[in-house]
């Protein structure tokens, strides 16, 4: 083999000598194991490349389907914006209206108001009779006695002269024969929208009632103690201050202090009464409905609280010829509730009087009513005639006491009166009602009144 290679590597031309047979099987063999392990090389190679060539194609594949997947997510995402551009495009559009309407609305309203603000209210009238049969009896063993009369009738009379200020005069009948008595005479100036100044003879504010005049639950309205007069009427100047949209009343009232049509508190007319009252209201206005007025099933509770006060001298006496001129301090407090066909009110007063004898005072009175249409209870009455099927009827009762400190004040004596009464409402509105009362005097003297009385508004 050397010789061979020498000879090759020379480039002999010589030819090689002839190998042997175990030259010949060795160099098989070996090209056999060479040949052998090329071809298991190949195979192997062949796998992996296609392993590797089927994991690139999943590879492919499954990029593919992300990107289809990222694809699909886009155009949702783009859906889902759209239709978010859509549904805020309806709203605008829807708002676009509204708004328009609402500015319009707000436009016109002010244009109302101001032409409200030039336009001089109507005038109008108003009254009020009360008129019936009263049955008394003062001491136990007598006979009673009857009669039948107008116990009282108001008309009223209300306008405005000029923008900003209206006036109100209301006179009283009390019975036949008489002169007109004019309980109110005043007029009132919008110094704003929350402030008013009201001058005349008026209702002055400690003791005016949850109720107006004409809506009185009873007959008989309860009187203060102190120097306010069973009316409750005065002549002076009130300034009323209504905050917090009219949640809040304020009143400061200087009036005269002697009182109309009457002298009974002894008043020179130099010293002044100087009184107001402080109203919160809880819910609701003042004058409050009556329960003829409420919804027995929706109608909202309304309640206020009140705080009056009162301060004046005045000339006191226990006996006609014995005065004394004390000054006199009277404040109150009281609660109004109505709502649902109930009505409920309470006030707790006092007179304290700083003088040389004991003149205070103190008050309590209480009145509640209840009105339901008789066909809440009687379904029966559906097939009455319309004034007993619309009809309403209010139970009612009142209690007032009034006691002085010093007993010996005899010409003031005490009182103790109990009201029971109803209230029969034929067409179930409050212009027109039935009035039934008993009335029980414990004190000064013992007496008992019935009254039936028929209640018109107009």
């Not at 029971?420 to 414990?442: D, K, Q, S």
Request: proline fraction near 5%; hydrophobic fraction near 40%; aromatic fraction near 12%.
């Amino acid at each position: 083999m050397r010789e061979q290679r020498a000879v090759f590597a020379g480039r002999s031309l010589r030819p090689p000598r002839s190998r042997t047979w175990r030259q010949c099987f060795g160099g098989s063999l070996l090209l056999f194991a060479i040949v052998g392990l090329l071809v298991e090389g190949s195979a192997e190679a062949q796998d992996a490349t296609d392993a590797i060539k089927e994991l690139n194609e999943q590879i492919q594949k499954k990029t593919e389907e992300l990107k289809e997947l990222i694809k699909r997510a886009e155009e949702l995402q783009n859906a889902l914006r759209r239709a978010e551009e859509l549904k805020r495009a309806e709203e605008l559009k829807k708002k676009e209206p509204k708004k328009q309407i609402e500015q319009v609305s707000q436009e016109k309203a002010k244009e109302e108001r101001e032409e409200a603000a030039r336009r001089l209210p109507p005038v109008t009238l108003k009254g009020l009779v009360q008129g019936g049969w009263i049955r008394r009896l003062e001491n136990a063993g007598e006979e009673s006695r009857s009669e039948f009369l107008v116990r009282e009738a108001q008309l009223s009379v209300e306008g405005s002269a000029f923008p900003g200020t209206s006036f109100f005069i209301e006179g009283s009948f009390s019975e036949p024969g008489e002169q007109v008595r004019l309980n109110d005479a005043i007029g009132t100036v919008d110094l704003s929208k929350e402030l008013k100044l009201i001058v005349g003879q008026l209702r002055v504010p400690l003791n005016r009632p949850a109720v107006s005049a004409r809506t009185a639950l009873f007959l008989a309205e309860p009187r203060a103690s102190g120097p306010v007069q069973a009316k409750a009427r005065d002549r002076g100047v009130n300034l009323v201050f209504t905050p917090f949209e009219g949640r809040l009343l304020y009143e400061q009232a200087l009036v005269n202090g002697n009182g109309i049509n009457t002298n009974r508190l002894g008043n020179d007319d130099n010293d002044l009464l100087f009184e107001g009252r402080l109203v919160w209201f809880a819910t609701g206005k003042w004058p409050l409905p009556l329960p003829a007025q409420t919804d027995l099933n929706n109608s909202p509770w309304n309640t206020f609280f009140k705080v009056g006060w009162a301060s004046g001298e005045f000339e006191k006496s226990v006996t006609a010829e014995l005065k004394e001129r004390v000054r006199e301090n009277t404040w109150n407090i009281g609660q109004a509730i109505v709502g649902r066909g109930l009505y409920t009110y309470w006030q707790y007063g006092q007179a304290l009087a700083d003088g040389k004898r004991d003149f205070d005072s103190s008050s309590f009175f209480v009145t509640s009513g209840y009105a339901f249409p008789l066909h809440r209870y009687l379904p029966f009455l559906q097939a009455a005639p319309i004034y007993v099927r619309e009809a309403w009827l209010e139970p009612k009762f009142q209690y007032e006491t009034l006691r002085f400190a010093d007993p010996t004040l005899f010409n003031r004596p005490n009182r103790e009166i109990y009201r029971f009464g109803v209230n029969y409402y034929p067409f179930g509105i409050p212009n027109i009602r039935l009035m039934a009362e008993h009335e029980m005097v414990l004190r000064p003297t013992s007496s008992e009144t019935f009254f039936l009385f028929l209640h018109y508004m107009f």
